[in-house]
């Protein structure tokens, strides 16, 4: 009877990784890590200071030579963490629509890969933790006690995505994207993302387009049991 000492949970933008990750390490007193954040704030100092994103050996350099620090949440704003890097709270900066454009290609250049994989496995290797990214449970943590893989149809993703906005900027604000601008981006992330997004063999795939956070927080608490 062991508890899993690593949840990998995996998955395409809008699954619902980051919101299913908090509940599910909150519910088990574990830990809660979520990678696409380590990307996006490489991304956002990549734009800071008008990096090529194309040039992988110097956006390499960068991840390499630039510490993210992420802690618990202190403001209480609605962030599931803070993240700091070169001294700027960066939480809300890197959800803007310029940082989502961004961070896939970089993402893409293996030299920047490398850097934050082999910091993603420092702390995943602490145990006790929910970790949430696109190849947790295939490359980061490949022995993870419990692989999970959510995903929803490119409609509800953007959908999910979309409302978010809504309710963070407001209705009638003139910079809300439409739900099909957001779709466009969310497709287009797809794309680029696919080639680092398989589902680890071992990964249980949980569809979410007629399930609710609840009901897919249960599913995985089932797996969790079931592991135990
Ligand atoms: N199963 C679900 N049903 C409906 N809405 C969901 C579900 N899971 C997540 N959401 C909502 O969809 C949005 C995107 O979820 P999020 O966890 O940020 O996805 P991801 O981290 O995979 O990009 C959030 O506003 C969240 O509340
Ligand atoms: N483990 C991970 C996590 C994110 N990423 C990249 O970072 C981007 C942002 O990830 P995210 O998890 O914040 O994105 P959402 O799914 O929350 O929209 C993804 O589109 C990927 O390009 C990655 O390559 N590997």
Redesign the pocket.
């Known amino acids: 009877m062991r508890e899993p000492g690593c949840i990998a949970i995996?998955?395409?933008?809008?699954?619902g990784?980051?919101t299913i990750g908090e509940h599910l390490a909150r519910r088990l007193g574990y830990l809660y890590c979520?990678?696409?954040?380590?990307?996006?704030a490489i991304?956002w100092l990549a734009l800071q200071k008008g990096i090529d994103l194309n040039d992988g050996p110097t956006l390499g350099k960068l991840a390499e030579q630039n510490t993210i620090l992420i802690s618990k949440p202190e403001i209480a704003d609605g962030r599931q963490y803070t993240v700091i890097i070169q001294g700027h709270d960066i939480t809300w900066d890197?959800r803007s629509t310029q940082v989502?454009r961004a961070?896939?290609p970089?993402?893409?250049h293996p030299q920047v890969?490398s850097i934050?994989?082999a910091q993603?496995r420092t702390i995943g290797l602490q145990g006790h933790i929910v970790m949430?990214?696109?190849?947790?449970g295939s490359v980061?943590m490949p022995d993870a006690d419990l692989k999970i893989y959510l995903t929803a149809s490119l409609r509800e993703r953007a959908r999910r995505?979309h409302t978010e906005m809504v309710e963070r900027m407001g209705e009638h604000n003139p910079a809300l994207p439409s739900l099909e601008e957001v779709m466009s981006d969310?497709e287009r992330?797809d794309n680029?993302?696919r080639k680092?997004?398989q589902p680890a063999q071992d990964a249980i795939i949980i569809e979410t387009d007629n399930l609710g956070i609840e009901q897919v927080l249960d599913k995985i608490c089932h797996y969790v049991e079931g592991n135990r």
């Open positions: 995996d998955g395409p933008a809008g699954a990784k980051s979520d990678t696409g954040a380590m990307y996006r991304a890197i989502g961070v896939s970089i993402s893409a890969r934050l994989i993603q949430v990214g696109r190849d947790i980061v995505r969310v992330r680029t993302d680092n997004m």
